[in-house]
């Protein structure tokens, strides 16, 4: 069990659109955590995969145009998708394959909805207040029902959302941390010895940048401490930037500002080093980002067509748009269906979707 080290609060819940939907001994519909995966992947890819997924429901009620996948690449295998939940959902309940589709995509929002619930709660944040981000190739198909269900105002859809952590991925350097645990009262501390831990973590940092072929003009060296007061448990991250005589009295200096704005008030206690640390990073070259021109035109080019989709009230027809197509400030009432080459993205009826200028769309709420 990892204790006391820096990480994100990332919780899985097992729902996407490869998500398998199935009844237990009592029939009761459950969805999730198993998942198809890529190989076979969902029913309708026709790859092998037999039991009905998230996707699969998608599919049938005409959220996923079957023939303008990936953009009509890999037409989807309807038929199979709603031969596989009539199979093996549909028919055990006694409910039309419509329903049943209906109700595995409302399983699935629930799900989600009720995690970020807990977690917001859990936290004592109000939903209301945040944005909700709704990335991977399922997430925007329900950002909607998910905002209604929170009562959150809006969700951002990011460009190219099916590759947005693969992006994150491209916008990171490298990095290497090195920690040293150093217990020592600050003001009774030898700086020589400080120093010299410092240059050896800050070596092997260097080194590895070196094998890894990092420009030297990319090379970037971050020092810090790992500061608290004597008989406290946690401790605040001080940065140095170099040892000289005055770093005990900055250190002391940036600890009790830092604490007091955290906490309100400043102590006398002694303050006790507890740890050195040294970040060595390689700063690589970023994909430059794009913005999106205003649009010059109508929208008759962005409108690809009508489509009926089947939510749970019952038949809507929505409009279709092509994402691509969409520009700056664009504005469009729901309900409505985004199309793009490897997502899609549903507006309720009650919403709207805004284009901002970096080319995200913000479904907002009345």
């Not at 991925?169 to 030898?190: A, C, G």
């Not at 260097?206 to 406290?232: F, I, M, T």
Request: hydrophobic share 40%; aromatic share 6%.
């Amino acid at each position: 069990m990892p204790i006391m080290i820096p990480m994100l609060d990332i919780r899985s819940i097992g729902a996407g659109g490869g998500s398998i939907a199935w009844l237990d001994k009592a029939k009761a519909m459950h969805v999730g955590p198993q998942s198809a995966g890529a190989e076979p992947g969902p029913v309708c890819y026709d790859r092998g995969g037999t039991d009905p997924t998230v996707t699969d429901a998608a599919v049938c009620n005409k959220y996923i145009d079957a023939d303008s996948f990936l953009g009509g690449k890999m037409p989807l295998d309807v038929d199979k998708a709603k031969e596989s939940i009539r199979r093996k959902i549909a028919d055990p309940l006694g409910l039309s394959i419509t329903k049943t589709a209906n109700g595995i995509i409302e399983i699935m929002v629930n799900k989600m909805a009720g995690l970020i619930r807990e977690i917001m709660i859990e936290k004592g944040k109000d939903p209301r207040k945040y944005s909700l981000l709704m990335f991977g190739g399922a997430g925007p198909l329900f950002a909607s029902s998910i905002i209604d269900e929170l009562n959150i105002s809006k969700a951002i859809i990011p460009r190219e959302p099916a590759n947005f952590s693969a992006y994150g991925m491209m916008m990171t350097d490298i990095i290497h941390d090195y920690k040293q645990t150093f217990v020592r009262l600050l003001m009774d501390s030898d700086l020589g010895e400080i120093k010299s831990l410092f240059e050896e973590m800050e070596r092997s940092g260097l080194e590895n940048l070196e094998r890894e072929k990092v420009p030297e003009e990319a090379r970037k060296v971050l020092r810090s401490v790992d500061v608290r007061y004597l008989g406290q448990t946690h401790a605040l991250n001080i940065p140095i930037e170099r040892i000289s005589e005055s770093t005990k009295l900055k250190v002391t200096d940036d600890f009790n500002k830092m604490y007091e704005m955290i906490y309100g008030y400043r102590l006398e206690n002694p303050i006790q080093i507890v740890r050195l640390n040294v970040r060595v990073a390689g700063v690589l070259q970023k994909p430059e980002l794009i913005k999106v021109e205003e649009r010059k035109t109508g929208f008759e080019k962005a409108i690809k067509g009508k489509r009926e989709i089947f939510l749970s009230q019952g038949p809507t027809e929505c409009l279709i748009y092509e994402r691509a197509e969409l520009r700056k400030n664009d504005r469009i009432q729901g309900p409505v269906i985004v199309e793009e080459l490897s997502s899609t993205t549903f507006v309720g009826e009650s919403q709207s979707l805004t284009v901002d200028e970096w080319g995200n769309l913000i479904i907002e709420r009345k």
